[in-house]
């Protein structure tokens, strides 16, 4: 099985930064891509940035030029950089992976338990 776990979120005001990492372990023989997912109350569950291996990142337009996606492919980590905060970007942030596991080779997806970003006005 494969674990994402989160960290980084917290509170901030709007303007602030802040950074979100997200580690993957278990038996991963690769990873094919790694991003970020957002769900704010009320609404659907949107993907806020990704990153494939070898690849360019893609954005939400609402995060372009604030948002920096990353990886560290070495330790199957990856990282959301957030500046400029906007009230708007509250949410909860999902870590999401799509991971070839040991003596597979099935794709299979994955989920973080989620981290809340909460950016105060």
């Known amino acids: 099985q494969v674990q994402l776990v989160e960290s980084g979120g917290g509170l901030v005001q709007a303007g602030g930064s802040l950074r979100l990492s997200c580690a993957a372990s278990?038996?991963?023989?690769?990873?094919?891509?790694m991003g970020w997912y957002r769900q704010a109350p009320g609404k659907q569950r949107e993907l806020v940035a990704g990153?494939?291996?070898?690849?360019?990142?893609n954005y939400a337009d609402s995060v372009k030029g604030r948002f920096t996606i990353s990886r560290d492919n070495a330790k199957n980590t990856v990282y959301l950089q957030m500046n400029s905060l906007k009230p708007e970007d509250t949410a909860v942030y999902y870590c999401?992976?799509?991971?070839?596991?040991?003596?597979?080779?099935?794709?299979?997806?994955?989920w973080g338990q989620g981290t809340q970003v909460t950016v105060s006005s």
């Open positions: 990153l494939t291996t070898g690849g360019s990142p």
């Open positions: 999401n992976a799509d991971v070839q596991q040991r003596g597979s080779w099935i794709v299979s997806n994955f």
């Open positions: 278990g038996s991963i023989f690769s990873i094919n891509a």
